[in-house]
């Protein structure tokens, strides 16, 4: 009896230590973060600049692979699918949240998912070619009332294009094509060549060209004006008031991976988001800071997806 209750003693002090250990040997390899959109667009911005840092603070190479596809399920599947053990992770945007509504077949469920961090937020902006004739959202709106329009996305069920059709749709009634890209950048490249009347696209990646005059941004969906493009008024400004859309970044795991994993690359994204020089890269593009810890990510995802959730409902979107 005494060697049984012995044993048992030994198998729960092994298991206890475990997670101590495993946290003070990871990473002792590699970690692939996949990007579940190309390169270029908002994702891809973010994940670059962490896992830059992330590899210089753990002393392990950090690989950026960019798998675009069915607005980032292809990505994440793969991510949720894979070994829990901190060395595949996922860097996606609020459409990851808008799909535990919007898609059916997506492959994974909020039980297969491990929030880790969430790093930064940006407002969702629609421009224009500068050869279009409306100079703000007020007249470039007047203008569809009498003709239809299109707009390009980063692809269907991003959550720049839930917010575009729920303003469209509900708030400003006029007729619209959605044309989506596999991204932002090819949004963006359609919208230079004038292929497409419009863009709806969260702000960093089209920052520089509405800076430089390549494209007019005409409306940003937040309670103030941003600091990248000052001279762009909000929604509000231009008579539609408490619409707003923005997007967020952020880094997630399987399910199972050890909370001592968690809470170290938690810990260590968050630093690196703190350093002067991160903070001025993405004020410079547009993106606000997030911090929060564990446990506050994983409430601030859950709220996400309610609240894409009721959009998503509303507009009676599905993909």
């Known amino acids: ?5 012995a044993l048992i003693v030994g198998v729960v002090m092994a298991t206890g230590l475990a997670q101590p250990v495993r946290a003070q040997t990871y990473p002792s390899q590699n970690i692939t973060v996949l990007v579940a959109f190309p390169a270029g667009g908002l994702a891809d911005i973010i994940a670059r600049l962490v896992s830059t840092k992330l590899e210089a603070r753990l002393k392990q190479s950090v690989v950026v692979e960019n798998r675009g596809g069915a607005g980032g399920n292809i990505a994440a599947k793969t991510v949720f ?4 053990d901190g060395y595949t992770l996922l860097a996606t945007t609020t459409g990851l949240a808008v799909n535990m509504t919007a898609s059916k077949n997506r492959g994974f469920e909020m039980d297969d998912i491990r929030p880790v961090a969430i790093v930064a937020i940006s407002p969702d902006v629609i421009a224009i070619h500068p050869s279009n004739p409306a100079k703000d959202l007020k007249e470039f ?7 239809s329009f299109t707009y390009g996305s980063a692809g269907v069920g991003t959550g720049p294009q839930i917010g575009a059709e729920y ?8 007729n619209y094509v959605h044309v989506p890209f596999q991204g932002g950048a090819p949004a963006i490249t359609a919208t230079l060549g004038n292929h497409v009347d419009s863009l709806v696209l969260t702000l960093p990646p089209a920052t520089p060209h509405i800076r ?10 937040s309670d103030k004006r941003n600091s990248a493009i000052p001279d762009v008024p909000t929604y509000g400004e231009m008579g539609y008031p408490n619409v707003y859309s923005q997007s967020w970044v952020g880094f997630f795991a399987p399910a199972k991976t050890p909370d001592a994993v ?9 630093a690196l988001m ?8 993405i004020a410079k593009a547009g993106f606000d800071p997030v911090v929060k810890n564990v446990a506050e990510t994983a409430d601030y995802f ?6 894409w959730g009721k959009m998503v409902n509303a507009i009676g979107f599905s993909n």
């Not at 699918?81 to 829990?84: E, G």
């Not at 430089?212 to 969906?221: D, E, K, M, T, Y």
């Open 1 to 5: 009896m005494l060697k049984l209750q």
């Open 81 to 84: 699918t894979a070994a829990p």
């Open 141 to 147: 709106i007047a203008n569809a009332k009498t003709k």
């Open 167 to 174: 303003f469209f749709k509900e708030v400003a009634k006029v």
């Open 212 to 221: 430089g005059g390549a494209l007019r941004g005409i409306g940003v969906a």
């Open 262 to 270: 968690v809470q170290k690359l938690n810990t260590e994204i968050n």
């Open 274 to 281: 703190k350093e002067p020089d991160s903070l001025d890269k």
């Open 302 to 307: 859950k709220s996400e997806v309610a609240s």
